[in-house]
T-cell receptor
Framework: AQSVTQLGSHVSVSEGALVLLRCNYS??????LFWYVQYPNQGLQLLLK??????LVKGINGFEAEFKKSETSFHLTKPSAHMSDAAEYFC????????????FGTGTRLLVSP | DSGVTQTPKHLITATGQRVTLRCSPR?????VYWYQQSLDQGLQFLIQ???????AKGNILERFSAQQFPDLHSELNLSSLELGDSALYFC???????????FGPGTRLTVT
């Protein structure tokens, strides 16, 4: 079975500050890992994915994440927060055998203050 | 815009009723997934179809059923609705085998 743990249901940062959203996964097989963002009253938008190529993955809107197998982590970072980054962020895992369901974490709401 | 469409956007209905949610995947995507998002359960996988065939089932109630048609659109049928079925229902489609799924805007179901 696979699972994802997102530490911190809410993270607050100031505009221009570093964003760090934590994700730890559990998987009995090599995983695919994803970060999705959800803006209010919208669907989920794929930010970035890890599919066993480079361990440092760059996504849209300046976000990146690093896959660390030894730490079973896939934390999401952005060097400088923007007001428009305020949203809910979900980490998800699937196994690497192709067409498989996503297992989501509980989400982290990012609040950005001016 | 993900290319996945869902109708309707909002649905308000009474307990005991039956509703149908519709999803059209991205052009060419063969696999469709249904997820439920609620405050207490978070995002939960319900069911997956691949090219018209049911592929996997998750935490889907017996009152719920789904199908995928030859044109690849999918429908999720929810019957004998209860207050606790109120949630956002998302459809996602997948084309390649690298795991990434593209989500529709969702249908917000309110059961009164």
């Amino acid at each position: 079975a696979q699972s994802v743990t997102q530490l911190g249901s809410h993270v607050s940062v100031s505009e221009g500050a570093l964003v760090l959203l934590r994700c730890n996964y559990s998987s009995s097989v090599p995983p695919y890992l994803f970060w999705y963002v959800q803006y209010p009253n919208q669907g989920l938008q794929l930010l970035l994915k890890y599919t066993s190529a480079a361990t440092l993955v760059k996504g849209i809107n300046g976000f990146e994440a690093e896959f660390k197998k030894s730490e079973t982590s896939f934390h999401l970072t952005k060097p400088s927060a923007h007001m428009s980054d305020a949203a809910e962020y979900f980490c998800a895992v699937s196994d690497n055998t192709g067409f498989q369901k996503l297992v989501f974490g509980t989400g982290t709401r990012l609040l950005v203050s001016p | 815009d993900s290319g996945v469409t869902q109708t309707p956007k909002h649905l308000i209905t009474a307990t005991g009723q039956r509703v149908t949610l519709r999803c059209s995947p991205r052009s060419g995507d063969l696999s469709v997934y249904w997820y439920q998002q609620s405050l207490d359960q978070g995002l939960q996988f319900l069911i997956q179809y691949y090219n018209g065939e049911e592929r996997a089932k998750g935490n889907i109630l017996e009152r719920f059923s789904a199908q995928q048609f030859p044109d690849l659109h999918s429908e999720l049928n929810l019957s004998s609705l209860e207050l606790g079925d109120s949630a956002l229902y998302f459809c996602a489609s997948q084309g390649g085998g690298k795991g990434e799924q593209y989500f529709g805007p969702g249908t917000r179901l309110t059961v009164t």
